[in-house]
C-alpha cells in the first residue's frame, strides 16, 4: 500500500550521497580505515580519517550551561548571535548596505528559505551545471524547476558567457530569479571565483535587474577553508555595488566552526533598499517558523561567544589555519596524481571537494566498488618466497597463500622499545601493548585511540603525564596533553629538545616555549625505570623520580623490514635500500614509506628520512613502477616543521652539524629581522633564518627558520627547491624577491642572510 504521493515527482529510493557514505563506512569496518576512503561527506577529516573539530570551539562549548541548551532561541536568532554572524560572514569587510540576518538550520536551511520566499512555483532556479545535489532537491521538494549553466569554460575558467545568455534568458520569461552560486571552495570542485569573474556575474545580475527581480545567493559554506580568512572575502566589496538585485548569503556555522552535527547556519541579506531588507526580516521569519520552528540554540551562544572575544577568535583563527594548509595540500597531491594518470581534473583552488572530469559518474562508481581489491585484515605476513613469489600469511587463524607478480612493501617502522626496566610488550602483541598499565606506545593508530579513550575516562584519573622522547611526536603530544590540562613532564636523554632538526639556539627557543607554558622539561636524563603495581605510578631517571599515571614512550622507530629474511639489501640502519624506482635489490619488489631509503638531494646520496610527505612521494613512484610505468623520484630534502603553541619552526636539508659530518666544507649564515616594515605595529613578529652552504662549491645545503609568524612556512619550499637544483648562495642573494610592506620587507632576511655569506 502507498500512502504518500509522489505529486508526479521523481524521488529515488534513497539519497545517493548517503548511501554511498553507508556503504563506504560498511566498507571501512569491513577492511580497514587504511584501505577505504569515505569522500562522500562535507566534513573535514585528519589524515586518520577522525573526524576533526577545533579544540578551541569544543573549549567553548563546554562552558555551556542547561539554559543555552534547552531554552528556545528566537526564530531569526538570538541577537548576539545575529550580530556574530555579521562578523563571521564578512570579517572586517561588513558592508554599508542595510544587512538582516534569519538563522537556519545550516546552509541547507538558508536555501530552502530563499527557494521558498524569493521563486515562485515552477519558477526555474539557476546553478552551475557542477552543484552540490541538494540544490535541485531543495528545488523539486518546493515545486520549482531547476536549471543549469555551464560553469567552465575551454580554458577551464568561469563561463561568464555562458552565465549570461542563461541570466538573460530566463529573466525574460520569469518576474523573479533565484540564482545560486557556490564559492569560495565550490562544492564539488574546489574553485573560487576570482574578481574578474565576480565583475562578470554582478554586471550581468545589474543589467537583468531591470527587467525581472533578481535573488542573487552566494553560499559560503565552505569561505574559512579557502584561504586568508579575509583576503577570500573580497567579493562582498564587489556586491555592494549591486543596486538592482537582492543579494543573500548562506553561511554555515556547521562546517567553519565543525559542529556539523548541531546544523547551525543563517540567510544574510545585503541591500540597498531598507523596504527589502524589513521585507526579509518578516517573510524569512514566517517561513522558518512553519518549516522547522526554531533553530538550536547552544551553537548560537558559541558562535557568539567567540566573536565577542578577540583572543577566541585568534584561536580559532589559528586552528583553522592549519587545517586549511592540510585540505590545499591534499588537493595538490589529488590534482598532480591526475596529471600523471592522465586523468583531467576540474580546476581546484581550496577547500573540502576535488572532482575529475567524468561523462557517467554512477557507472563509473559502480565500476569502482565493483573493482575492489582483496584485503585480508588482522592478517599478519609470516613468509615470503622470493624465488617462486609467494606470500604466506595468517587469514583467519589459517595459513594462506597468495602469488604475485611485483610485490610492493609498505611495512612502515616499529617503535624502539628502550631499555626500561618494567616497560614489556605482551607476549604477541602486534600493537605494541605493555604489560604495566598506561605505559603506552603512539606509533599506530590504535595506540593512539587506546590514550585518547583513557584520558577521556574521568574515573581513570589520569592527571600526570610523562612523555619520553623530546623529537617532533614526544613535543606535540606534550602540547596537547597541557591544553588538555594535564601536568606534563617531558623526558629526553639529550639536553635539548628537537635535537638533530635545528641549531641549539633554535631548539632552546622551543624548550623556552614548552616551559613557558607549565610544561617540565626533564632533559639531559636518562629513564631507568617505571614503577607501579600494576599501573603506572613513577618513572625514574638517572637524576630524579617523578609521580605520574601514565608514560608515554616516543623515543623513536626503526624500519619494519623482517620480511626481508636476508633475502633483500638493507642500509646501514636496517631499512630496504632502493633505487630511485623504489626498487630494491630484488627485481619486481618494491619499497616505500618508513621502511625504505630515499634519495636525499642535501647529501647527493642515499639516505633514511622518515616523513609522512616521503612516504606518499615514494608511495607514488612505487606504484608506478610496479605497474609498468617506468618512472624515477626526483629525491628529497627532509623538508619538515613544527607548530607548539604558536611558536613555528620549519627546516630544509642540512644542519650545520650534519653537514659537516657528512664531509662537506659547510658554513652557515643567518638573518634576524622583522617579517614586515617597522611602521607596520601589528601582527609583525621576528623572524630568525639560517642557510646552510658549501663554502667550496657555494650550493644549498639546508635552511632553517623560526617565528611566531605562521607565513615563512612557504618560505622553506622554496629553500627545498634550492637544494633539489643545486642553487648557489650567491644565487640566492640576487633571486627576485617580491616586495610589499603587507608581507615583507625589500630587504628581507632571505636576502640580507644570502649577502651576509662569507
Not at 509522489?6 to 545517493?16: L, S
Not at 585540505?327 to 596529471?339: D, H, V
Request: charged share 25%; aromatic share 10%; proline share 3%.
Amino acid at each position: 500500500m502507498i500512502f504518500a504521493q509522489e505529486n508526479g515527482r521523481v524521488i529515488p529510493k534513497e539519497d545517493k550521497i548517503f548511501a554511498l557514505n553507508g556503504r563506504a563506512k560498511e566498507l571501512i569496518k569491513k577492511e580497514g580505515p587504511e584501505n577505504v576512503i569515505n569522500a562522500t561527506i562535507g566534513a573535514l577529516l585528519d589524515d586518520e580519517g577522525n573526524l576533526v573539530t577545533l579544540s578551541s570551539v569544543m573549549e567553548v562549548m563546554s562552558t555551556l550551561k542547561a539554559k543555552d541548551y534547552a531554552e528556545y532561541a528566537p526564530i531569526g536568532g538570538t541577537p548576539a548571535f545575529k550580530e556574530s554572524v555579521k562578523s563571521a560572514l564578512f570579517g572586517k569587510r561588513i558592508p554599508k548596505d542595510y544587512i538582516e540576518v534569519c538563522s537556519t538550520p545550516g546552509g541547507t536551511g538558508a536555501i530552502t528559505l530563499a527557494v521558498v520566499n524569493y521563486t515562485k512555483p515552477a519558477d526555474k532556479v539557476l546553478s552551475h551545471d557542477w552543484y552540490w545535489a541538494n540544490y535541485k532537491n531543495i528545488c523539486v521538494q518546493q515545486g520549482r524547476d531547476f536549471d543549469t549553466f555551464k560553469f567552465f569554460n575551454e580554458e577551464g575558467t568561469f563561463n561568464g558567457e555562458a552565465f549570461r545568455v542563461k541570466v538573460e534568458e530566463l529573466s525574460k520569461v520569469q518576474e523573479s530569479l533565484l540564482i545560486i552560486i557556490n564559492t569560495p571552495a565550490h562544492n564539488p570542485t574546489g574553485y573560487s571565483l576570482s574578481a574578474k569573474d565576480w565583475d562578470e556575474i554582478t554586471g550581468v545580475v545589474e543589467a537583468a535587474g531591470e527587467n525581472c527581480r533578481i535573488t542573487l545567493f552566494v553560499d559560503v559554506a565552505y569561505i574559512d577553508y579557502a584561504g586568508d580568512e579575509e583576503e577570500v572575502r573580497f567579493f562582498v566589496e564587489k556586491l555592494e555595488k549591486v543596486e538592482k538585485a537582492l543579494i543573500v548569503f548562506g553561511y554555515s556555522a556547521s562546517k567553519t566552526l565543525t559542529f556539523y552535527g548541531m546544523r547551525c547556519g543563517a540567510l544574510v541579506c545585503m541591500t540597498k533598499d531598507k523596504n527589502a531588507c524589513d521585507e526579509f526580516k518578516r517573510v524569512n521569519e514566517y517561513a522558518a517558523r512553519s518549516i522547522w520552528s526554531n533553530c538550536a540554540k547552544a551553537p548560537q551562544v558559541v558562535l557568539a561567544k567567540i566573536y565577542a572575544d578577540k583572543k577566541l577568535q585568534d584561536k580559532v583563527a589559528e586552528e583553522r589555519e592549519g587545517f586549511r594548509r592540510m585540505l590545499l595540500e591534499r588537493g595538490r597531491i589529488f590534482e598532480e596524481t591526475l596529471t600523471k594518470c592522465g586523468i583531467e581534473s576540474v580546476p581546484f583552488d581550496a577547500g573540502f571537494f576535488a572532482s575529475i572530469k567524468c561523462k557517467d559518474p554512477e557507472k563509473v562508481s559502480e565500476k569502482l566498488e565493483e573493482k575492489g581489491a582483496r584485503i585480508y585484515m588482522n592478517s599478519p605476513v609470516l613468509s615470503i618466497d622470493y624465488d617462486n613469489k609467494v606470500v604466506t600469511a595468517e587469514v583467519e587463524g589459517q595459513e594462506h597463500k597468495e602469488s604475485y607478480d611485483k610485490l610492493i612493501f609498505a611495512t612502515g617502522s616499529t617503535p624502539i622499545l628502550p631499555p626500561i626496566e618494567g616497560v614489556e610488550i605482551v607476549e604477541g602483541n602486534r600493537e605494541f601493548k605493555t604489560t604495566l598499565e598506561n605505559v603506552q606506545f603512539v606509533k599506530l593508530y590504535q595506540n593512539a585511540e587506546e590514550v585518547i579513550n583513557k584520558l577521556a575516562d574521568k574515573s581513570k584519573h589520569l592527571e600526570r603525564i610523562a612523555v619520553v622522547g623530546g623529537g617532533y611526536i614526544g613535543v606535540e603530544l606534550a602540547e596537547a596533553f597541557e591544553r588538555l590540562g594535564k601536568e606534563v613532564i617531558l623526558v629526553d636523554i639529550v639536553d635539548t629538545v628537537l635535537n638533530g632538526y635545528y641549531d641549539k639556539d633554535f631548539t632552546q627557543m622551543m624548550a623556552k616555549n614548552l616551559e613557558d607554558h607549565n610544561i617540565r622539561l626533564a632533559l639531559g636524563q636518562t629513564v631507568q625505570a617505571v614503577e607501579g603495581d600494576g599501573k603506572v605510578e613513577r618513572l625514574v631517571t638517572d637524576k630524579e623520580t617523578f609521580d605520574v599515571d601514565m608514560v608515554i614512550l616516543a623515543v623513536g622507530f626503526r624500519p619494519n623490514t623482517a620480511l626481508g629474511a636476508g633475502k633483500i639489501e638493507l642500509f646501514r640502519n636496517g631499512a630496504f635500500l632502493v633505487d630511485k624506482k623504489q626498487e630494491t635489490s630484488i627485481p619486481g619488489v618494491f619499497a616505500v614509506g618508513d621502511c625504505a631509503t630515499i634519495y636525499d638531494n642535501s647529501r647527493k646520496d642515499t639516505s633514511y628520512i622518515a616523513l609522512a610527505s616521503n612516504a606518499v612521494r615514494s608511495g607514488i613512484v612505487g606504484a608506478y613502477n610496479a605497474c609498468g610505468h617506468e618512472l624515477e623520484g626526483i629525491g628529497v630534502q627532509g623538508s619538515n616543521g613544527i607548530s607548539i603553541y604558536g611558536l613555528h619552526m620549519v627546516s630544509t636539508g642540512l644542519t650545520l652539524e650534519k653537514a659537516q659530518a657528512a664531509g662537506f666544507n659547510a658554513v652557515e649564515t643567518g638573518f634576524n629581522d622583522l617579517q614586515k616594515p617597522e611602521f607596520i605595529k601589528h601582527d609583525n613578529h621576528e623572524v630568525a633564518l639560517k642557510i646552510v652552504y658549501d663554502k667550496d662549491t657555494r650550493v644549498v645545503l639546508g635552511a632553517q627558520m623560526v617565528s611566531h609568524d605562521i607565513s615563512i612556512s612557504m618560505g622553506i619550499h622554496m629553500f627545498s627547491l634550492a637544494i633539489q637544483e643545486q642553487v648557489t648562495i650567491e644565487k640566492l642573494a640576487l633571486m627576485d624577491l617580491f616586495f610589499l610592506p603587507h608581507f615583507n620587507k625589500p630587504y628581507n632576511y632571505i636576502t640580507m642572510a644570502a649577502l651576509s655569506a662569507e
